[in-house]
């Protein structure tokens, strides 16, 4: 068993069989994805969302009522359609980076384009059912629980605005050659941080809309 | 679109066929949430629902994390501290839908 972590670690993750990439872990402690900035990045976002998520838990305790009926009030498809073009954006990235990796940057920049394009259709209806609650009288000020959702969703939001800025940038570096199969950290830089934008809407959905 | 398809299925996915465990995993993510949106809008209330969206949170957090990431080839520090906080708040969640009372007397304003 030893032998075979050894020898795993030893290759590059590209040459690793499906069968070994889905077993126990294989931990390089040198790897880092993207680069040590980017972590640092990270932590520092999912710290913002912690407080957040800290609030909204607080504010639960305190009022049962309005969190058992707010999630009620929200446009349930809204925040599933959101969800799902969230986690299809990030499997789009991991296919631009794979197919870079295959020295395929034409098809690492079209998925790439795909990761933007959820991140366009996630503002959009994001935007959509703000309207939708505005009609409704749903507003920052109606209850504890609208003002979490406004403030906890539009910071994840604008987190999608420049999260997709990080992933054109890194576009055009595929474009202009500077990353190519052998040389693309930055990209995986973005995709890591695309990926943590994702990972906070992994809790904030639940959070805010399906659990009362 | 013909040429892109075909050179994603002989660059992309038939040298590594984690392309295709990639592909998987998104279709699981994609059935977990569309649980998550059926479970908004039909269940009521009750611990094992709370039980389930939180597992569901944990599952498709490690997913991301351990594959969309790659940190399971990547430094364990990072790893691990990422799937703390993806078991933590769920877990956090559970607590308080549980029994809210211990953290609304703990911040309640009057005890300052």
Redesign the interface.
Known sequence: MNTQTTSLASIP???????D??SQ?????????GNPAI?VGI?SE?SEF?IF?VIY??A???Y?EEF?NG?LELH??A??VN??VL??S??F???GI??LR???P??AM?WLWMTVGCGLIYLAVKYWEYQWNMDRGIETNTNNFFAIYYYTTFNHMLHVGWGSGGIIWSIFQIKSGAFDANNHTGLIAA??YW?MI??AW??I???L???? | MNT?TN??TS??SQ????????DR??CV??GI??L??F???KAE?SVMI?LL??G??VI??RL????????????????Y??NA??YL??L??LL??LN??P??EL??LSRF
């Open positions: 993750l590209d040459d690793v069989p499906a069968e990439n889905q872990p294989t931990f390089d402690p040198k790897r880092i994805p972590w932590f999912l912690a998520f838990f607080i639960r305790a305190h049962p058992l999630p349930t498809t925040g599933t969800t799902l986690i299809s990030s499997y990235a991991v296919k794979f197919a295959n020295n395929n034409l098809a079209r995709a890591c990926h994702d990972l992994i809790l959905f639940p959070l809309y399906v659990l009362r | 892109e050179t994603n660059k992309d040298p590594y066929l984690s392309t295709k465990h990639l995993l998104w993510m994609i949430t569309l998550n949106a479970i908004a809008e209330p709370t969206i939180c569901m949170i498709k957090a991301v994390i351990d594959y969309f990431m790659e940190l399971k080839e990547a430094s364990p520090i990072i790893y501290l990422m906080y993806f708040f769920p956090i969640a308080v839908w809210p009372e953290l609304a911040t309640r």
